[in-house]
């Protein structure tokens, strides 16, 4: 079992600037693929990006050029980086963990709000 926990989220005003961190309960990056997801009121939960074991990135074709995911792993964390933050931003960011193995497990955090205010 891996237990992921998200913080940074908040309150923030339009064209700020965000870092999400997510910290795995146990060292996992060697084996999982890390990604970010959002959930925006009375949407589906879409993914951001995804950091694969060996540090290569991937985006969802919207988030390209303001989201910046990254790993630091004496710290054992994940960062997602957002610039240039606009309302439409606004969701519950998700963190997940999800096993090589395609039939291996897959972990959700709890969720960080990023609330974004013109």
């Known amino acids: 079992q891996v237990q992921l926990v998200e913080s940074g989220g908040g309150n923030v005003q339009a064209g700020d600037s965000l870092r999400l961190s997510c910290a795995p309960s146990?060292?996992?990056?060697?084996?999982?693929?890390m990604g970010w997801y959002r959930q925006a009121p009375g949407n589906q939960r879409e993914l951001v990006a995804t950091m694969s074991p060996t540090g290569t990135t991937n985006y969802a074709s919207d988030a390209k050029g303001r989201f910046t995911i990254s790993r630091d792993n004496a710290k054992r964390t994940i960062y997602l980086e957002v610039d240039k933050l606009v309302p439409e931003d606004t969701a519950v960011y998700y963190c997940?963990?999800?096993?090589?193995?395609?039939?291996?497990?897959?972990?959700w955090g709890q969720g960080t709000q990023v609330t974004v205010s013109s």
């Open positions: 997940n963990a999800r096993h090589v193995v395609m039939s291996g497990p897959s972990y």
């Open positions: 146990r060292s996992i990056f060697s084996i999982y693929i």
